[in-house]
């Protein structure tokens, strides 16, 4: 075991988290084993798990952290190291669920929103992450999805019976656009609620509060203006209770908050004042009108609500902003006290109520100082007033002040002593006092739960402390993560059955090594060196690897031979490396200075790339290689393209497209001679090419631009046999999944209008929907990563609850589910390729049921055959197999992480 396993295992948090969790056991191989290690000890640097959202369920606490690999999870703990685990890995993966919008119901249930699908680039749009609601009682088993979003609420409320929220539907058009939903806490019992036909929610300033059995909502009218709306999914109960002036002006009613048998809010007072005061409603048109002529506080206007009275930071003309309360009524609106006499106003925030007393903080002109009241000017007093101005006053900072039955509680600093450190007021004293010593900053009082308080540090993890005197106890650390060797830039090819990888030099972080395995420890070993130059003496940082021919090539640059970024040849035995080309295709933005590298395209026996021509510009010339000088030939010169070249392999020939401009693209193709490397699209050709299949000798392709219907063409290769399809309405191919070819049918990715994602197919002539539909209405999950196998199509696409699974789809027939997560819950957060294990084998891929974390799985297209091939991470945590997945041998290497080892290079045998 290395040094790093047992620092691991000494810190224990992550094993004792594995421990708690069950798992399955599905049949299925179970010899997946670690090959190499290529780095030891931890990773360097401090990790930040900032643990937050902490609610106390009884049984259980509950909270969210971000362990470093599964991204911002939900945790449970009982305040002790061996008690805390991850609770359930809703997006297996990294950046992970990110559950927030947490909101306590009244049977003591949590709802709370999280994402279900991670967008990327080459599934769906990036940015456009799909969400869901849930409910939880703090256990696995006891959290459901209930209802599809394609983006988090906007609000939130408990009603009895559930919850009501503001979210679109994935049919609802504009990006403030939103719904008013109900869901009673069960997967089937999520429904909209009708609002009156003028009323128009914001996603985005929208405001809710519970009253009764209805809920009332700020909404938009058709004219822009703002108005109050009641609704309570009766027709009868659903009316608009008042249109809130300015009527055209888009100032937005804020902070509805229920008081009682009443709903406080701030909005734009009557007359054309402009100015916000508050208002209150009692379910009726009559009783929803303005009622006290005081404005919010600028930097804070929320409302702290205890035994029938509302506190708040109020701003009057005369006072600034200062403490006021309200029982909802104009005689019971009063000013507390003027903290600080005249406009500057003591900005009060962070009402707590403890006892009798209401704390709060406010500014006084010695600094932020402790306050409690009674609700009136002579019975509110400065906590520690006998101290003013005294070096060991304490300066709360702001955060959340927590009470027990006893005691008050905040973290603060004194003049003399800026060590952060967690306070004490008891419920018959005036003083605050120390009981801490220093704490780690930044640190936050979380909450009160079994007897201690609980405080969360963004870089220490979770602590406990008994409220009464001592040093915090550090319940959770930040375990060390084991370094890595595996990351996203590097690179794996076969070679003759053997294994080469990129692995950077620990010495130069910018420079790559070349290694080479066969499958064991001992085996796995750096392959000599790339060496060029007249004695064979400048060492090479090899790239982009790529075998043609059983020859390795890859891309390197050499500034001590003044070579600029190449392709070369390797001989495994002697280690020397001969130069194939100079002036390897980059195109260089801005932004990314290496955005469109241009990596080999193998195309049967040889390999097509792009180089930059003698002015030493963007790439513009075509070549060909088989791996060696010889056979390294400049194919066409002058394409001059705008930007990267998309090549697009049939047999054996070569289709690309040459971008000319941001909107229109020429096709070409070559057969690996001069002569035969020609333009096949004419002249007067003005759309763009973003993706093609081949089918047979022949390669299907899609033009079009921006939102307008695609047109689909092919091409045999020769000008004249280049021509259009016709327009496919409702097609959704994308550069990464254009479709693929069964039979003589093309299958590619198609919707209509906002319907439910289709797969279509089209025999050249017509297109048609095959049967089946995936997802719910409007979804932007689409079938991705279309493959054959077999005779049928594997590919990833949503289940009505909108998360993905791995389907199968016969020609001409309906999808069957191959694999799916648990309670309609996604199996990917981002759908990987499928990967082939051999010629005839099952198909390999990364997933999770639910049950276990992201794990590597196999299928031969069937439900049966479709089963996890490795568990290599225990319980609920995830070793995340990843790319390159690469078929050497008579194994499948791929990298895969463990709580011990980090992310390295590990082999699944083939039967």
């Known amino acids: 075991m290395t040094l790093k396993s047992v620092k691991l295992l000494l810190a224990g948090v992550l094993a004792l988290g594995m421990a708690c969790g069950g798992k399955s056991t599905p049949e299925g191989p179970r010899d997946a084993y670690p090959v190499w290690d290529g780095q030891t000890g931890d990773r360097p640097g401090k990790r930040t798990s900032a643990p937050r959202d902490l609610m106390d369920l009884g049984t259980t606490l509950l909270f969210t952290q971000d362990d470093g690999v599964h991204g911002r999870e939900l945790w449970t703990t009982d305040g002790s190291a061996q008690g805390t685990a991850?609770?359930?890995?809703?997006?297996?993966?990294?950046?992970?669920?990110?559950?927030?919008?947490?909101?306590?119901?009244?049977d003591g249930s949590v709802y709370f929103v999280a994402r279900t699908t991670y967008a990327s680039d080459t599934a769906i749009p990036r940015g456009a992450d799909t969400f869901a609601l849930f409910r939880t009682r703090g256990t696995a088993e006891s959290t459901t999805l209930l209802l599809a979003l394609p983006h988090r609420p906007g609000f939130l409320v408990t009603a009895s019976g559930g919850v009501y929220l503001s979210a679109p539907d994935f049919t609802d058009s504009g990006e403030d656009a939103a719904s008013l939903w109900f869901s009673d806490g069960t997967p089937g019992g999520s429904r909209k609620v009708a609002l009156p036909p003028d009323a128009r929610l914001s996603l985005k300033d929208s405001s809710a509060a519970t009253l009764g059995n209805a809920v009332l909502v700020t909404a938009r009218t058709s004219v822009g203006g703002w108005q109050l709306v009641r609704a309570d999914g009766t027709m009868e109960g659903t009316r608009r209770l008042a249109l809130l002036p300015p009527y055209g002006n888009v100032e937005t009613p804020r902070r509805l908050t229920t008081l009682g048998g009443q709903v406080l809010f701030w909005a734009q007072a009557l007359g054309g004042l402009s100015r916000r005061v508050l208002w209150h409603s009692d379910g009726t048109e009559e009783g929803t009108v303005p009622f006290a002529d005081i404005a919010p506080d600028r930097d804070q206007d929320s409302f702290f609500v205890r035994d029938g009275m509302a506190f708040f930071s109020g701003e009057d003309p005369l006072t600034g902003s200062e403490p006021w309360r309200t029982d909802g009524t104009t005689q019971g609106t009063a000013l507390i006290a003027d903290l600080i006499p005249g406009t500057a106003g003591s900005h009060p925030t962070t009402f707590t109520r403890q006892g009798f007393y209401v704390y709060f903080t406010a500014r006084t002109e010695v600094g932020t100082r402790l306050f409690r009241t009674l609700g009136a000017e002579e019975n509110t007093t400065r906590v520690n007033v006998w101290d003013d101005g005294a070096q060991q006053t304490p300066q709360p900072t702001g955060g959340r002040m927590v009470a027990t039955v006893d005691a008050l509680f905040f973290l603060a600093t004194t003049q003399a002593d800026t060590s952060l450190r967690l306070w004490r007021v008891g419920a018959t004293t005036a003083g605050a006092t120390a009981v801490s010593g220093p704490l780690s900053v930044p640190m936050s009082l979380e909450i009160p739960a079994r007897g201690v308080l609980y405080l969360s540090s963004l870089e220490d993890g979770l602590w406990t402390h008994n409220g009464m005197t001592g040093p915090a106890t550090q319940v959770v650390p930040p375990s060390p993560l084991p370094a890595?060797?595996?990351?996203?830039?590097?690179?794996?090819?076969?070679?003759?059955?053997?294994?080469?990888?990129?692995?950077?030099?620990?010495?130069?972080?910018?420079?790559?090594?070349?290694?080479?395995?066969?499958?064991?420890?001992?085996?796995?070993?750096?392959?000599?060196?790339?060496?060029?130059?007249?004695?064979?003496?400048?060492?090479?940082?090899?790239?982009?690897?790529?075998?043609?021919?059983?020859?390795?090539?890859?891309?390197?640059?050499?500034?001590?031979?003044?070579?600029?970024?190449?392709?070369?040849?390797?001989?495994?035995?002697?280690?020397?490396?001969?130069?194939?080309?100079?002036?390897?295709?980059?195109?260089?933005?801005?932004?990314?200075p290496l955005l469109f590298t241009s990596h080999p395209v193998k195309v049967g026996r040889q390999a097509?790339?792009?180089?930059?021509?003698?002015?030493?510009?963007?790439?513009?010339?075509?070549?060909?290689?088989?791996?060696?000088?010889?056979?390294?030939?400049?194919?066409?010169?002058?394409?001059?393209?705008?930007?990267?070249?998309?090549?697009?392999?049939?047999?054996?020939?070569?289709?690309?497209?040459?971008?000319?401009?941001?909107?229109?693209?020429?096709?070409?193709?070559?057969?690996?001679?001069?002569?035969?490397?020609?333009?096949?699209?004419?002249?007067?050709?003005?759309?763009?090419?973003?993706?093609?299949?081949?089918?047979?000798?022949r390669l299907f392709f899609w033009t079009g631009q921006g939102s307008e219907t695609?047109?689909?063409?092919?091409?045999?290769?020769?000008?004249e046999g280049t021509v259009p399809v016709g327009a496919m309405p409702g097609a959704q191919p994308t550069p990464a999944d254009p479709g693929v070819a069964l039979g003589d049918a093309l299958y590619f990715p198609c919707g209509f209008g906002q319907g439910v994602p289709q797969l279509c197919r089209t025999d050249g002539q017509v297109m048609n929907a095959m049967t089946g539909t995936f997802g719910p209405e409007g979804t932007p999950l689409r079938p991705n990563h279309l493959t054959v196998q077999d005779g049928h199509l594997l590919f990833w696409a949503a289940t009505p609850t909108n998360g993905y699974a791995l389907w199968r789809a016969e020609p001409g027939g309906a999808p069957t589910l191959l694999m799916q997560a648990r309670a309609g819950m996604s199996a990917v957060a981002t759908p990987g390729p499928l990967v082939r294990s051999r010629p005839g084998g099952p198909f390999l891929f990364a997933a999770s049921d639910g049950t276990s974390g992201l794990e590597l799985w196999k299928t031969d297209g069937t439900p049966g055959g479709t089963v996890r091939a490795a568990d290599i991470a225990p319980g609920l945590l995830s070793s995340a197999p990843g790319w390159p997945m690469v078929p050497s041998g008579d194994r499948v290497y791929f990298p895969a992480w463990t709580p011990t080892e980090g992310r390295e290079l590990w082999a699944l045998p083939l039967p």
């Open 86 to 106: 991850m609770m359930v890995d809703l997006l297996p993966g990294l950046p992970g669920s990110e559950p927030d919008t947490f909101t306590r119901a009244d």
């Open 484 to 592: 890595d060797s595996w990351e996203g830039a590097t690179e794996a090819v076969d070679l003759g059955g053997t294994l080469y990888f990129t692995q950077r030099d620990p010495t130069r972080m910018d420079t790559w090594r070349l290694w080479k395995s066969d499958g064991t420890a001992a085996g796995t070993v750096q392959a000599k060196t790339p060496v060029a130059g007249e004695f064979n003496h400048v060492q090479l940082s090899p790239e982009m690897l790529t075998v043609v021919n059983g020859q390795l090539l890859f891309a390197a640059m050499s500034p001590e031979l003044q070579v600029p970024y190449s392709l070369w040849s390797y001989d495994p035995a002697s280690g020397n490396a001969t130069r194939l080309v100079t002036s390897l295709g980059r195109w260089v933005t801005a932004t990314d």
């Open 608 to 697: 097509y790339f792009m180089v930059a021509g003698k002015d030493g510009g963007s790439p513009d010339e075509l070549w060909k290689t088989d791996g060696t000088e010889a056979g390294t030939v400049r194919l066409k010169a002058g394409l001059a393209p705008y930007f990267a070249t998309n090549f697009m392999p049939v047999g054996s020939r070569l289709f690309f497209a040459v971008n000319k401009s941001a909107t229109r693209a020429e096709l070409w193709t070559s057969d690996g001679t001069e002569a035969g490397t020609v333009r096949l699209t004419a002249p007067e050709f003005t759309s763009l090419i973003f993706g093609g299949a081949a089918m047979g000798d």
């Open 710 to 719: 695609l047109v689909l063409w092919k091409s045999d290769g020769t000008p």
